[in-house]
C-alpha cells in the first residue's frame, strides 16, 4: 500500500510507536552495557566475580535482538542474497516477495501452537541467579513470530494490491542510518 493511502493519524501513530520502540531497544542497550561494565570492573578489578551480570546481559542480548528484529528493523534493511531479486523487473520481484512472504507467514504459523506450549511449559524453570522464569524470558520469542507474520500479511498485502517491491539500489546502500 502506498504511502498516500495510509490516513496521517496512523502514520504519525506508527511513527510515535517505532520511536518508543527504537527507545526501549536503546535502554535495553543501555542496561546490558552498564551490566558489562560492572562484570568487568568486580572480576578484574575487585577480584570478586558476579554472575548476576552475565545473566543480565544474555538476558537483555536475546530480548534485544528479538525486539528489535520485531519492531524496529525495517524490511528493506534486513539481510538478503539479492542478485537475482535485484536483476528482475517489477512483477517478478512481487512474485517472488509474495512467495517469501506467504513461506514466511506459513512456517511462523504452523510453528507459533508448539512454540506457545513450549514457552508456556518452561515456567517450571527459571534462570540461575536472576530467577527469572523461562516463560517471561522467551515470551518475546512470541511477540516476535506474531509482529512478523503481521508484518509480512501486511507488506504481503501491499505487494499484491500496492506497488511492487523496491528495486535495490547498490549506489544507495549504506548501514542503515
Known amino acids: 500500500m502506498e504511502a498516500d493511502a495510509v490516513p496521517s493519524t496512523l ?3 506508527g511513527g510515535w510507536l517505532y520511536r518508543r520502540a527504537e527507545n526501549v531497544l536503546a535502554a535495553m542497550l543501555a542496561v546490558m552495557f552498564a551490566a558489562f561494565i560492572l562484570q568487568i570492573v568486580f572480576r578484574y578489578l575487585l577480584n570478586f566475580p558476579i554472575g548476576w551480570t552475565n545473566e543480565l546481559s544474555v ?13 524496529v528493523l525495517r524490511e528493506e534493511e534486513e ?21 517469501a512472504a506467504s513461506a ?3 512456517l ?14 518452561m515456567k517450571v ?9 523461562f516463560d517471561w524470558l522467551f515470551s518475546i520469542y512470541l511477540v516476535f513470530v506474531v509482529a512478523v507474520i503481521i508484518r509480512y500479511l501486511w507488506l504481503g498485502w501491499s505487494a ?5 517491491p523496491q528495486e535495490f539500489d547498490p549506489t544507495k546502500a549504506g548501514s542503515g542510518v
Open 108 to 121: 511462523y504459523a504452523i510453528s507459533f501452537p508448539a512454540t506457545f506450549d513450549y514457552v508456556t511449559f
Open 59 to 71: 538476558v537483555l542480548w536475546i530480548w534485544l535482538v528479538l525486539w528489535g528484529a520485531a519492531f
Open 125 to 133: 524453570e527459571s534462570t540461575a541467579y536472576l530467577k527469572i522464569r
Open 160 to 164: 499484491m494490491f500496492g506497488r511492487a
Open 11 to 13: 502514520r504519525r501513530t
Open 104 to 106: 514466511l507467514i506459513i
Open 79 to 99: 539481510i538478503r542474497f539479492d542478485l537475482i531479486y535485484a536483476s528482475v523487473g517489477p512483477r517478478a520481484r512481487r512474485v517472488m516477495f509474495l512467495t
